[in-house]
């Protein structure tokens, strides 16, 4: 469990936790129901080795944040089926020189039935979200002096359960920085949304199954339905305490004073996340002797088709012949690997 201090430029700092995998918490009277289904599939969401989540966006290629670490070779589950990460990319380093807390990873063999697009639009303030992750469940309340509730601990677990809640989006900040205690410094997009009460406060709207994150959803997904698809638009990172979620005052429970609660702002990563992908698709295309990289046996396998009609694979740029632009289209990609 990482302590994180957050400074919301130019004045405001505020002390977090970050979650190395986050879960959701509801109201108990509020809880998702097995009927609710205005949702993505639960299986574009997946577990992130044994402690967060992360979130399919095309048959093989997951994204999730950085700050829970792990590295090539670990272990994601998505629908019950294990994966090995065989390559991860960080994503480039903002002006101040500190990476995102977001990274792209590619699944071995993997073949994902379900998956969503990246949210790019720059207009998620106020949207509806649902929320995704295997993070901690809901513990005991935590009571006030009155007696009423003011919060709930986060259950023991590891992040072995899936959970659905929804909020509302309420801010969105750019470039924010996240300073880890271990010297790690992250820093990033971020959109937030708070942990309203029920009933209705008068202050704070709540959303039918309104709910926080909590250890182990770290990089699970922050949903928006946008032209009839759900789409991911956020990556769970950052939470106001450790160890519970609070929606009140614990002083005084006529107090609101609802947990705040981050998100990775996909939008912000999404054209350089698509482009990495596009490439790693280029490479395989033109690595015609399936060796992981595209080299002078490409070359040559190409070179023995010049002037053939086209057989499959080797037409590049699928104009019904091979020449010198199937080669200019081979050179695109020389010595790169897969
Ligand atoms: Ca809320
Ligand atoms: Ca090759
Ligand atoms: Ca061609």
Redesign the pocket.
């Known amino acids: 469990m990482r302590i994180l201090s957050l400074s919301i430029r130019p004045i405001l700092v505020i002390f977090f936790v970050i979650q190395p995998v986050l879960a959701i918490i509801t109201h108990p009277d509020n809880e998702p129901t097995m009927q609710w289904t205005s949702h993505p599939p639960d299986s574009v969401v997946g577990r992130w080795s044994t402690n967060a989540s992360c979130v399919a966006i095309a048959p093989n290629y997951v994204i999730t944040t950085i700050h829970q670490n792990g590295t090539e070779g670990l272990t994601v589950t998505i629908d019950s089926k294990s994966y090995v990460v065989d390559r991860i990319w960080v994503l480039p380093a903002a002006s101040c020189g500190i990476n995102p807390d977001i990274r792209l990873a590619r699944l071995k063999d993997a073949n994902l039935a379900n998956y969503v697009p990246l949210y790019k639009k720059n207009n998620e303030c106020g949207k509806y979200t649902v929320i995704g992750g295997f993070g901690k469940g809901r513990g005991e309340k935590m009571l006030a002096d009155d007696g009423e509730a003011y919060a709930y601990q986060w259950a023991p677990g590891a992040n072995d359960t899936f959970r659905w809640c929804s909020n509302t989006i309420d801010n969105v900040f750019f470039d924010m920085h996240i300073n880890c205690p271990n010297d790690v410094i992250l820093t990033g997009d971020l959109i937030q949304a708070d942990f309203a009460p029920i009933p209705y406060d008068g202050i704070h709207p709540v959303t039918q199954y309104e709910g926080i994150i909590t250890q182990f959803d770290s990089g699970g997904g922050w949903f928006i339905f946008d032209d009839g698809l759900w789409k991911v638009a956020g990556l769970s990172n950052l939470v106001s305490h450790n160890g519970y979620g609070q929606f009140r005052s614990p002083v005084c429970t006529e107090t609101v004073s609802p947990d705040e609660f981050y998100a990775m702002r996909v939008s912000r990563y999404a054209e350089y996340i698509e482009k990495i992908i596009q490439e790693q698709q280029m490479l395989l295309q033109r690595?015609?002797?399936?060796?992981?990289?595209?080299?002078l046996?490409?070359f040559q396998l190409l070179s023995s088709q010049l002037h053939n009609a086209p057989t499959g694979k080797f037409d590049i740029n699928n104009d019904g012949i091979i020449d010198n632009n199937d080669i200019q289209a081979l050179f695109h990609c020389w010595l790169k690997k897969y």
């Open positions: 690595d015609f002797n399936d060796d992981g990289s595209v080299d046996l490409d």
